[in-house]
């Protein structure tokens, strides 16, 4: 389905959803008292109250919603490609470019290619012309467990001021090297530490950590095994 | 142990190594007649006559061997850690620093702060400030598979002219959007194509392939369950 038939679906089913969920708001606040789900539904009313778009966290909810149905409705829209391209520059240095990804039914090359330096330091045979490419995982995995946290809590009504983190992965170069058959090649093990601004209680920050991980594609994508196939193009 | 004395000792090294290393290549080339060993060592003997730092494919084996065998005298200088920061910008836009890291015994902080600007296309919510975390992933994935490669074909004298791939995941929505308890919330699948130019033959390549793959600390990352913890900090 073209991504312009999507948006104009989006957009009538827009309206209905928006006043499902606000007539939910008000009964929810009746029915439960003081705790996370009526602070949450009182958001959502006041955030209702302002334009046809919901918007929390920066998220229009109002999309999201409509994005869940049309997938619920048509279960291909949901599948999509990712892509890159990496060109070897010398040494320890190559460059890699994203442009287009296939998604909602459609190519997309609507995008400006972004450009990514990727090299080592000085003291892994590099000379600093990029980050590296086990720090650009720890940059993708920062971003998808911010973004999951972020996008699943607006769904849920809970307003977050700010989100901060800090990641530490080990990795031990004897798998790299090739001088152990034991040592793990990639990372051992990886730490996030969160930091998160809002009136939420530290188990209710604790449950957002919960959904950020449950959520993430990167997190999954690295805390479990997924089917990396490497072969030679055809010439 | 400091990095100031890693390198003096690796200057100690090198010339010793570099010895060893002329003198088998010149045994290799006389007991082996005209298979891929030989062209190896053919091309070793050519880069030892030019200078005492031994560069192939602008990789310092030199170095690289030095490094090998510093680690097995001290095998903790191998114990690595990166890190990332991340700060959230608001909806799916957040930024991620990488900086220090840790290894080869010493705290390293020289490099200059990379800022890297993380977002989602329209059609997943986003303004297009950066690329998607799912997509940084691929830019990791795709430099670590190319640097092993070119290291360890380098470690066996092997030449490469150039080396270019293109990588491709497949990322069903459902797991993301929590609609479905089955679909994977990671990648389902990620295919690498490489294209490489030496002279080898596409057996040869094909070995190349298996190294790379083998020796990557990101592909074994994606490939097997790396444990990530993720906890709030203490306040």
Redesign the interface.
């Known amino acids: 389905m073209a991504?312009r038939a999507?948006s104009r679906r989006l957009g009538k089913i827009n309206w209905m959803f928006f006043r499902l969920r606000a007539v939910k708001a008000a009964l929810y606040s009746r029915k439960i008292g003081g705790n996370l789900l009526t602070n949450r539904w009182k958001n959502e009313r006041r955030c209702v109250a302002m334009s046809n778009n919901q918007i929390i966290?920066?998220?229009?909810v109002t999309?999201?919603v409509s994005?869940?149905e049309l997938?619920?409705e048509k279960?291909e829209i949901?599948?999509?490609?990712?892509?890159?391209?990496?060109?070897?520059v010398?040494?320890?240095?190559?460059r890699?470019n994203?442009k287009d990804?296939y998604?909602?039914g459609a190519q997309?090359d609507?995008?400006a290619t972004?450009t990514?330096e990727?090299d080592?330091?000085p003291?892994?045979?590099g000379e600093?012309h990029?980050?590296?490419?086990?720090?650009?995982?720890?940059?993708?995995?920062?971003?998808?467990?911010?973004?999951?946290m972020?996008?699943?809590a607006a769904a849920r009504g809970i307003q977050?001021r700010?989100?901060?983190?800090?990641?530490?992965?080990?990795?031990?170069?004897?798998?790299?090297?090739?001088?152990s058959e034991s040592a793990?090649?990639?990372?051992?093990?990886?730490?996030?530490?969160?930091?998160?601004d809002a009136d939420l209680s530290?188990e209710e920050?604790?449950e957002l950590?919960e959904m950020?991980?449950?959520?993430?594609?990167?997190?999954?994508?690295?805390?479990?095994?997924?089917?990396?196939?490497?072969?030679?193009?055809k010439?």
């Open positions: 991504q999507v966290n920066g998220v229009n999309q999201l994005t869940i997938i619920k279960p949901a599948d999509f490609k990712f892509r890159a391209t990496n060109k070897w010398g040494g320890t240095h190559n890699a994203v990804f998604g909602a997309d609507s995008r972004m990514f990727i080592e330091p003291v892994l045979l600093n990029g980050a590296n490419p086990v720090e650009y995982l720890l940059v993708g995995l920062s971003g998808c467990l911010t973004t999951s972020i996008a699943h977050i700010a989100v901060e983190s800090r990641l530490e992965g080990d990795l031990d170069l004897h798998g790299f090297l090739g001088l793990p090649v990639g990372y051992k093990e990886i730490r996030v530490s969160f930091k998160i530290p920050k604790q950590i950020a991980k449950k959520y993430s594609p990167v997190f999954n994508t690295v805390a479990k095994p997924v089917p990396v196939k490497v072969s030679l193009a010439e």
